[in-house]
């Protein structure tokens, strides 16, 4: 039985999923549900997966942040386009000692939780995962699940492996989650950008799946100058990654199965995009470098093209 328990506040794909395996692993599991609360209460939580699906017939859900129990560690997997809520939602749900796993997409979003629990310990979990919500209760996995987990320090500077990251990291790990230990948290967001920012904005200028983009030797070198680009700044803000990292990206892309990442489903879907974590701060980091990045800074004017309204608040 896992010891830590565990609130889940942003139970869709990403948080379902790995929500739903740490409560198969024998972890207290809670999850936060809005629109789906009454669906998952009386019918449960299912993962369809390649690697096994799960069920959990009795999950223990909450419909209301003020009755949600203080956890040992609050994993937020919600968009960050409702970050604005993180000040009712956090502050009951964490534990005086507790921990604050943000598992988002996007720049600087540990500072945006650092705001409202100000003597939390923050970690940033960037995790590389296929995974859909494709109903109440309902995630579908489709390929692969890896986590990255890095903490956050106020002044920038490298944390390195801390007690906390390797306790998170055990119950992942029990749970069937490969995780590797990041030293330097802005190393390991810049990183996930790398995938994030091409991939996200593309497929929805360009209407399609990666796998579209990538038998096009046309859009695959245009993802390949977005990820440069995103290294140049990366590089300049002293977070330099090795161009091996780019080629892998683009060879992990290929070999994954056909997928819709995050933003296109919710453009799909008429939610609002992360224009403000993908884009936004990324190219206001560029600026302050000096660092050019036309290719990125053409993709918000796109997708806001795409949808008008932007990244407009739920």
């Known amino acids: 039985m896992g010891s830590r328990s565990y609130n889940v506040i942003g139970a869709g794909a ?16 809670r999850f936060l549900l809005r629109s789906d609360y009454d669906h998952v209460r009386r019918h449960g939580f299912r993962v369809e997966s390649p690697r096994g699906d799960l069920s959990i017939a ?11 129990p203080a956890s ?12 604005h809520l993180l000040g009712e939602l956090l502050p009951a749900a964490t534990s005086p000692e ?13 500072r945006d939780a650092e705001r409202v629990v100000p003597g939390a310990t923050l970690l940033g979990g960037l995790a590389f995962l296929c995974s859909n919500k494709v109903g109440p209760g309902h995630v579908r996995h489709l390929d692969y699940g890896a986590v990255r987990l890095a903490e956050y320090r106020a002044d920038g500077r490298p944390a390195g ?15 069937g989650v490969r995780v590797d230990l990041e030293d330097d948290l802005a190393i390991a967001r810049w990183k996930k950008l790398i995938w994030n920012v091409p991939y996200n904005g593309l497929c929805v200028v360009r209407n399609c799946t990666t796998d579209v983009l990538m038998a096009d030797a046309g859009t695959r070198a245009l993802c390949e100058e977005i990820m440069n680009e995103v290294c140049a700044i990366a590089a300049a803000r002293g977070c330099p990654i090795p ?11 290929v070999a994954m199965a056909s997928y819709k990442p995050s933003m296109k489903i919710d453009f799909d879907c008429g939610r609002p995009m992360e224009i403000e974590a993908l884009y936004a701060r990324p190219i206001a980091a560029a600026r302050a470098a000096g ?16 949808d008008p309204a932007g990244e407009r608040p739920d």
Request: glycine share 8%.
């Open 14 to 29: 990403l948080g379902g999923y790995y929500g739903a395996c740490l409560a198969h692993a024998g972890h207290q599991v």
């Open 58 to 68: 009795e999950p223990t859900v909450y419909a209301h942040a003020r009755d949600l």
């Open 72 to 83: 040992d560690v609050v994993l937020v997997g919600l968009k960050t386009t409702s970050n």
């Open 98 to 110: 507790g921990v604050v796993l943000m598992m988002q997409n996007g720049l600087d979003v540990e």
């Open 161 to 175: 492996v801390t007690s906390a990251m390797e306790a998170v990291a055990a119950d992942f790990s029990a749970a």
């Open 243 to 253: 161009p091996a990292f780019v080629r892998r990206m683009l060879d992990d892309t």
């Open 291 to 306: 660092v050019a990045c036309p290719r990125i800074e053409a993709l918000p004017a796109e997708l806001v093209a795409c």
